[in-house]
């Protein structure tokens, strides 16, 4: 495999989209534990897998667009192996994870809040964490809401605060 290849594989967008596809494939696998009903259309096995189908196509595109050939000049995007766009995906990753983990104790809206702020800071390059903090209880709030009372589906409210 050239240089070339070997680097545009390690590029940060390749391997958040192949991390995305992976999580996206374990989303759809734990929906299709979830009941389903035969009644109703979209049950609650539903929203999940057609979020986790989207995210794939997305991140379909986004690896295709970073293999794409190189411009006529042959100039590269720019890309180092080791660069520091690799730690902020493998980051954004891990704190991935850990809100997965965070919901079960501390509950859906208290992490969601925690994982707005921190994947915001790692993810701009200009790192300002009122704004964070504001789009984050944005977030909350609206997700609040449809749930809550258009929904009328509880969120999780994590062990510790039963």
């Given at each position: 495999?050239?240089?070339?290849?070997?680097?545009?594989?390690?590029?940060?967008?390749?391997?958040?989209?192949?991390?995305?596809?992976?999580?996206?494939?374990?989303?759809?696998?734990?929906?299709?534990?979830?009941?389903?009903?035969?009644?109703?259309?979209?049950?609650?096995?539903?929203?999940?897998?057609?979020?986790?189908?989207?995210?794939?196509v997305l991140a379909l595109l986004q690896i295709a667009a970073k293999l794409?050939?190189?411009?006529?000049?042959?100039?590269?995007?720019?890309?180092?192996?080791?660069?520091?766009?690799?730690?902020?995906?493998?980051?954004?990753?891990?704190?991935?994870?850990?809100?997965?983990?965070?919901?079960?104790?501390?509950?859906?809206?208290?992490?969601?809040?925690?994982?707005?702020?921190?994947?915001?800071?790692?993810?701009?390059?200009?790192?300002?964490?009122?704004?964070?903090?504001?789009?984050?209880?944005?977030?909350?709030?609206?997700?609040?809401?449809?749930?809550?009372?258009?929904?009328?589906?509880?969120?999780?409210?994590?062990?510790?605060?039963?």
């Open positions: 495999m050239g240089q070339t290849m070997k680097a545009k594989l390690l590029h940060p967008d390749v391997v958040a989209g192949l991390l995305a596809i992976v999580v996206s494939a374990v989303f759809i696998n734990a929906a299709g534990r979830l009941p389903s009903f035969e009644v109703n259309l979209a049950g609650p096995e539903f929203f999940p897998r057609v979020s986790a189908g989207l995210l794939i794409r050939p190189l411009t006529e000049d042959g100039a590269e995007d720019g890309y180092r192996a080791g660069d520091e766009n690799t730690t902020t995906v493998l980051l954004a990753v891990g704190l991935s994870a850990a809100y997965y983990y965070a919901m079960v104790v501390i509950g859906f809206m208290l992490s969601t809040f925690l994982y707005c702020v921190s994947l915001t800071l790692v993810t701009q390059e200009k790192r300002d964490l009122k704004r964070a903090a504001g789009n984050a209880v944005i977030v909350v709030a609206v997700v609040h809401v449809v749930f809550s009372y258009l929904l009328k589906a509880s969120l999780p409210a994590g062990s510790l605060f039963r």
